[in-house]
């Protein structure tokens, strides 16, 4: 079967016409170009450095500044509202942009919104006055980070043909990572001046997205092929019918049981080091430095595997089966630190662990849209989709939890994480319409 072929006939959503006028709702045909590609890597980076510094170390400092005693607790209020925003600002932001009739297309306007509103929110930030401000101000960067981050993942599917997107898909996780690690590193150089750290992750915001705002080929929608606005049905858009859509629901359910492992395998990893692999009693080695080497090693094979992954897709014209042995292997990273706690397990875990979910977020990214039930709604979909990226967040722990306490400790937490992981990947076999 082709990547691109149907299974069946796909129903047209209310005002949008069955065969588009202009090209902002055509399918893309034309290779892009390695200039815009770069651009969607840096806003990529961009975002994430600004993303996870903050989480990483600055909120938890600036949290022991306004009260060391209770930082563990200010901490998890000002993640946890931030978290709660993400789960409907990508969406919604992604529904606006689908929406918007600008000269200068539908995405740039969100990207360069969210990315400045995200940036004064953290210089803001940087001279919080009390929690109550803080939590505020994160809330927006927030809001920023994902309403920039939706309109950029749509811009794929709008302007990347099929048997590019492989490609594309792995370059932008690449980007995700590297951002990732800038933003430690960041974290790192302010050597503990929280404010100075927020306004380093405000210009690598802003700096991401320049390219893309002057090289983005963004189509502009024709007012006429928007459908006229309807509160109620712009609400109920936001579920997408797996009865109707029922690729698009098994890619939906897929990826939300692939990252709940992942998270469930990365969530106690300082404590798993301590008290199971015994790390500074067998080898000398702070834990918390433990977790820095072990991430180091996944980010390396995650950005590795997340470009060739990508490509490989692209020359074979399949997806699920890299996403299937992706699947595989990350459940099976899992299942090494669950029955070696050891340090050399654990290291070995990491690599697998990288190797699988690089390769995973690349193929799995091409596919999903491949399963996007309209051009018009592209970026209110995948914003739907990227709630299975933050819901694991919420889940994971909830889930762990008695594992670890309860039901057997971190031997019975890694097998039900790699079980959990295994029935996205056999889930995947039910999409019907990509290869």
Known sequence: MALSEPSGPVPEPSGLPKSPTTTALAEPVDRVRPLWITGIVLINLGINAAFFGPIQVLLGQQAAHFDEGSKEAILALVTGCGAAVSL?????????????????????????????????????LA?????????????????????????????????????????VGGLAAMGQTVGILLGAVIAAAVAGNFAAGYLVCAAALLAGVVLYFFKNDDQPLPAQERPPFSLAAFLKGFWVSPKLYPDFGWAWLTRLLVNIGNHMVTLYLLFFLSDAVHLKET???????????????????????????????????????????????IAAASLILGFAPTWAGALVGATVLGIGFGAYLAVDFALITQVLPTALDRGRDLGVINVANSLPQVIAPLIAFPFVTYW??????????????LLGAVFVVKIKSVA
């Open 88 to 124: 409907v600002a990508n969406p919604l932001f992604g529904a606006f942009s689908d929406r918007t009739t600008s000269r200068f297309g539908r995405r740039v306007p969100w990207v360069v919104f969210g990315a400045v509103l995200g940036a004064v929110a953290l210089v803001a």
């Open 408 to 421: 057997g400790g971190y031997v019975s937490l890694y097998v039900a994480a790699a079980v959990i992981g």
């Open 283 to 329: 080898e000398g080695i702070e834990p918390a430095f433990g977790v820095l080497i072990l991430t180091g090693i996944y980010a390396v094979m995650v950005i590795i595997t997340s470009v060739l992954g990508g490509s490989l897709s692209d020359r074979m014209g399949k997806r699920k089966p890299l996403v299937i042995a992706s699947s595989v292997i």
């Open 127 to 167: 001279g919080a006055p009390n929690v109550a401000v803080m939590t505020l101000l994160w809330c927006l960067v927030q809001a920023g980070c994902n309403g920039a981050y939706a309109a950029t993942t749509a811009a794929i599917p709008d302007r990347v043909p099929v048997l590019q997107r492989g490609t």
